[in-house]
């Protein structure tokens, strides 16, 4: 059977921290119109938001330059149903995406793999020890937008 994997304060004011960041900043897009909506339900439009300020983001906030290339290098995974068992692979992102974009879906996979809860089941989790790496990095550029 799995094993959940225990959470230490650190982790749990992280996970917070990030949550809330996510939430405000998903909140904010939909508000600035930034949005899809599909019979009535609304989604935050993350492609619009960075097509629109791609050049600016990425010069205004140069102190993020560290964030943003650790998940141009490790981008977080995804999660696969393969050989008859739930696997985490790599996944890049393609080339011809805006780099802002880029960034902020790979925040949003951050957001789906921590919170489908997947990420801390030690049967199907690679490397643990990589998730507070990722929101570590997303928080700030999270911030920044």
């Not at 599909?38 to 990425?58: I, K, P, Q, S, Y």
Request: hydrophobic share 45%; aromatic share 14%; net charge neutral.
């Amino acid at each position: 059977m799995f094993e959940i994997v225990a959470f230490s304060t650190e982790q749990i004011e992280l996970i917070f921290r990030f949550f809330c960041a996510f939430a405000r900043f998903e909140y904010a897009l939909k508000c600035a119109g930034k949005l899809q909506s599909n019979g009535g339900e609304v989604r935050a439009d993350w492609r619009e938001f960075a097509l629109a300020n791609n050049t600016a983001f990425l010069a205004a906030f140069p102190e993020i330059r560290e964030a943003c290339n650790y998940f141009e290098w490790r981008p977080p995974q995804i999660l696969v149903f393969k050989d008859g068992r739930l696997r985490w692979i790599d996944e890049p992102f393609r080339p011809a995406q805006c780099p802002l974009h880029r960034l902020l879906l790979a925040i949003v996979r951050v957001r789906n793999n921590l919170f489908q809860g997947g990420r801390f089941v030690t049967q199907v989790t690679v490397d643990p020890t990589r998730d507070p790496i990722l929101l570590d990095h997303a928080l700030p550029i999270l911030e920044a937008c």
